[in-house]
């Protein structure tokens, strides 16, 4: 019965949209908008490729390659600066859950003319915590 829900659900054009004009298929979007619109989570067992166009994930430094077969995928570069740009406003607040410490990878904080940068006072800031530069 499962598979013939699922079906059905595909037939229902608020779920599974064809833009055959633009080359677009929606899924949960009705007005699809790129090659593969949908609006939901997706999930999968494994995901392949380099992924260098994901957004919302964090990495803690850059591979030197991304080929899986060389050894420079075990080696990695991270800048030395992070920048805030001008008319821009940063507090950084840790908590007591992580001992209220807060740390970066680089060892510069440059703060533009017109930004503010502020640490909590119940917060302890660690820069550099690679020790790299």
């Known amino acids: 019965m499962t598979r013939a829900v699922t079906l059905a659900e595909i037939a ?6 064809v833009d055959g004009t633009n080359v677009r298929v929606g899924i949960n979007s009705s007005i699809p908008t790129t090659t593969l619109d949908v609006g939901g989570v997706v999930t999968a067992t494994s995901f392949v490729g380099s992924g260098a166009n994901l957004t919302g994930v964090s990495g803690f430094a850059t591979a030197l390659s991304t080929d899986q077969t060389s050894p420079l995928k075990t080696f990695f570069k991270t800048p030395k600066q992070v920048s805030i740009g001008a008319g821009t406003s940063v507090t950084v607040e840790s908590d007591v859950t992580s001992g209220n410490v807060a740390f970066i990878r680089e060892s510069i904080v440059h703060v533009a003319v017109g930004a503010t940068f502020h640490v909590n006072t119940s917060t ?3 820069t550099n915590v690679l020790s790299v530069f």
Request: charged share 10%.
């Open 124 to 126: 302890t800031l660690i």
């Open 12 to 17: 229902d054009t608020n779920t599974f949209v």
